[in-house]
Nanobody, 123 residues
């Protein structure tokens, strides 16, 4: 079981920036992701990294959000710029187990989650 703990949420005005951190109990260079859930909505993927560490961003955040990680300390970051009220949500970091067979590797389903951190963007 991978342990994750987010921090860095808060309130910001539209157009502002915020960075989230997630301490992880394993290597953060692959099969990691940030998700969010707004009130009354289903949880949605913000950005995920594949088994090789390549990120894929949701269209709604592409160009504004950036995922990064501190390898030595196993910390995952989400840097958010030009925030809008539509970005208001609880943000979760998550980890998926890595699967390998032959020369291939891929991420299994996300099965480890942090407790979440609230991000509120006011207009």
């Amino acid at each position: 079981q991978v342990h994750l703990a987010e921090s860095g949420g808060g309130s910001v005005q539209a157009g502002g920036s915020l960075s989230l951190s997630c301490e992880v109990s394993r290597d953060t260079s692959y099969c990691m992701g940030w998700f969010r859930q707004a009130p009354g909505k289903v949880r949605e993927r913000v950005v995920v990294t594949n088994a090789y560490g390549t990120p894929t961003y949701a269209a709604s955040v592409r160009g504004r959000f950036t995922i990064s990680h501190e390898h030595a300390q196993n910390i995952l970051y989400l840097h958010m710029n030009n925030l809008t009220p539509g970005d208001t949500a609880i943000y979760y970091c998550a980890a998926a187990d890595l699967a390998q067979f032959g020369g291939s590797r891929w991420c299994k389903e996300y099965n480890s989650w942090g407790q979440g951190t609230q991000v509120t963007v006011s207009s």
